[in-house]
């Protein structure tokens, strides 16, 4: 496989579940981003990961947690969501994490809080 | 903080006329300027990226201008096709920032 793959492609959940949502680049790319598409709002960026580190935390609510184990995988953890956490939610790699190069986007999951 | 503005939000047009995409943002300290598109329910593809020393970028019928000093950049499609039908977004990077997205435009190319 190439590019950026996310899964799952949809997911619904209730408020108290737990769940991941799972993000692989097979670009060789050195950076990770989290980001939150809601209807009729611009993309907002969640998280950042740059060589494995959290470089930059757009003050998202705790019950979102990222993890990346390596500079390959991303994952963002969901526990005790709001109906209005329902979004698409993207992840996107990058050669480097300072903004100077393209980002290159999965196809997102999208998700839905009952 | 940084906004970035899209006009118009939704544009349909018939299939073969040049069209123009604008994008506004309110700092002009930028290091990068970058068009995406976005098909319905699907991730985002970078169209094109422009330096802040730069004016333009061309890729095959799409052409990316960039005026910093006014905080203004265009993304212009030649001879629109059915297959352009997709909503264009617009992002700016500041320097060692994140990318900040405009709410993007709609775009319908009837055939």
């Known amino acids: 496989e190439t590019g950026v793959t996310q899964t799952p492609r949809h997911l619904v959940m209730g408020m108290t579940n737990k769940k991941s949502l799972k993000c692989e680049q097979h670009?060789?790319?050195?950076?990770m981003y989290w980001y939150k598409q809601s209807a009729k709002k611009p993309l907002e960026l969640m998280f950042v990961y740059s060589l494995e580190e959290r470089v930059e935390n757009n003050s998202v609510p705790s019950r979102f947690s990222p993890e990346c184990p390596n500079s390959s995988h991303l994952f963002l953890h969901l526990h005790t969501l709001q109906p209005e956490d329902s979004a698409l939610y993207l992840c996107?790699?990058?050669?480097?994490?300072?903004?100077?190069?393209?980002?290159?986007f999965g196809p997102g999951t999208r998700l839905t809080v009952l | 903080k940084q906004e970035v503005t899209q006009i118009p939000a939704a544009l349909s047009v018939p299939e073969g006329e040049n069209l123009v995409l604008n994008c506004s943002f309110t700092d002009s300290a930028i290091y990068n300027l970058q068009w995406f598109r976005q098909d319905p329910g699907k991730g985002l593809t970078s169209l094109l990226l422009i330096q802040s020393s730069q004016r333009e970028q061309t890729s095959g019928r799409l052409n990316a201008s960039l005026d910093k000093s006014s905080g203004r950049s265009t993304l212009y499609i030649a001879a629109s096709q059915p297959g352009d039908s997709a909503t264009y977004l617009c992002a700016v990077v500041a320097y060692g920032n994140k990318l900040v997205f405009g709410a993007g435009t709609i775009l319908r190319v009837k055939s």
């Open positions: 996107a790699s990058s050669h480097t994490g300072d903004g100077a190069d393209t980002q290159y």
């Open positions: 670009l060789g790319h050195n950076a």
